[in-house]
């Protein structure tokens, strides 16, 4: 076998993958804690009374908002991925990203309207330097070795959702159970520990990501015979009105809600306004993009309405996927049996226990793996990693005694609830947090990803069109399940008590789909675009992602209108056809999508 360049990464490995993948798993892991400990709150806290801490709003002024916030999280990483390659270098993108998100949740932690929506901004901007360039070192790590881009991509989605998982657990429990600034601080810690050990580990990654030079622009330029296709002055004029119409509509949407209609930038093109600027804004980006697309060469064409065709399901996917912090939590909330007494407070808090302490394990096992390669070299970065599960280890056994307590099986003296700072009861009570569903996402990919990861690396690999024909149709199913579960609630109803189980059966079928379509998207994006375009292209990827999570904030504004006039039932069997026409729609497409890939599955 002939050395490639790569060839270095692979001597030295974590379960048949280089150490640095798993450097890189830990340091996203904590990132993503960061991200969804937030983002699990943040609805909650906007709609949250003024007595409970929170600003009081309606479920559509925070579904915009939240939408807003999480599309311009993704259409920020566009930014992000120009800056890392022509400048900055993957790294340095990094670790500018991790300390603006550090910085951000800290601010949010004050609770004041200032801060919170100057944390907002830092996150939007932080995440838009790390999440391209973290994936883009994966990319970069593998590239000799494509046949194990959708194992590696999979290993390191579930690292992402190990974060998610404590995330939403930990700083969920404490922002509905002690206060919305401890789960929004807590947010921040971890943040900050991940860059600290990416920073210390950084040299295991060899030449990648560093600042790009002149003699490597040439170098690629001899590697990569393709026609290129220079932006002129008429293209980034359009590509300028487009982003800044996008822009503004993304942000007047919320501030026109926020602002009772005081605040509209688009009042002058009428009530449709916002309407009229995101219309044109399309408009222009499909004639760009069709326009460049004609201009490649064939293959490399081909292979670009590839990924436009992938990026045109993933925006649906993740407009539906999304409800989840959204109309999902509110639904867990006010529709949602969520008190337990007698046998079922025992089975959650025997569940809830497992679901801690056997992930916590897992994870543990994998981060002695690394040590045991890389703690010679990169001490200090173990060391911190370590520090950081110890925090994580001792928050998470506080949360689990409080819960006994409250429900009557630990019995605890003043002195022990004083130093615990554990508030004193008298009455055994089991409330399991709105919050806590969308951990069952995180922790059946955590349970899942190393099975699907296996079929996918086996013979039984199915082409990307059946991925995500299977991904859209168990999401589909998801929303059958809630759907059902919601048929007894009458319109206009602002309470029920549905059975937990069909909560949880739509974060099972969710994940599922996730699997399929999510982590396997980003490695075809990969595989699939020119090696000089591969930042900017996740960025492009990233972007289809901001649609579909500003689509969720949109299919969110709408469920409470829709709720009153035809039941929650009615909203959620609507997402659940759109999922089962685009199922469809991939699968019949199968045959013509493979002869533009070229032979890439």
Sequence with gaps: MSQNSTDQFFKSTVLGHPAGLF?????????????????????????ASFSDGGWGWDQATA???FGSYVGLVYLSTMLGGYFADKIIGYRWAVVVGALLMTLGHFSMAFETQFTIYLGLVLLVFGNGFFKPNMTSIVSEMYKDRPEKKDGAYTIFYMGVNAGAFFGILLCGYLGEKVGWGYGFGLAGIFMFLGLVQFWLSQNIFGHIGLKPVKKDTVEEQKEDNDKRVPFTTWQLGIIAVSTLLGLLWIINAPATKISKGNFNVFGFLG??????????????????????????SKTTREKLIAVTFFAFITIFFWAIFEQSPNSLTVFAEKYTNRILTGNSSVIFLVVNSLMTIVPLLIINWVMYLLFRKTF?????????????????????????????????????????LEFLRIAKTNEPLTEVPA???STLNSLFIITLAPLFSKVWESKYNPNANVKYGIGMFLLGLGMVAVAFGANGIAPGAESASVSMIWLILVFLFHTMGELCISPVGLSYVSKLVPARMIAFMFGVWYLAVAIGMKGAGMFGESVEAIADEKGISYFFWMLAIVSFILAAFSILMAPFIKKLMHGVR
């Design 23 to 47: 450097v890189l798993f830990f340091t996203e892991m904590w990132e993503r804690f960061s991200f969804y400990g937030m983002r699990s709150l943040l609805v909650l806290f906007f709609m």
């Design 63 to 65: 579904s915009s908002l």
């Design 376 to 416: 010679a070299k990169y001490a200090i970065a173990n060391i911190t990693l370590s520090f950081s599960f110890v925090i994580i280890w001792i928050i998470a056994l506080w949360m689990l005694a409080k819960d006994y307590y409250t429900a009557g099986y630990l019995h605890l003296s003043d002195s022990t």
């Design 271 to 296: 009530e449709n306004g916002n309407g009229i600027a995101i219309v044109t804004a399309l408009i222009l980006f499909i004639i760009l993009l069709v326009y460049r697309l004609i201009q490649y």
């Design 435 to 437: 919050t806590w569903f």
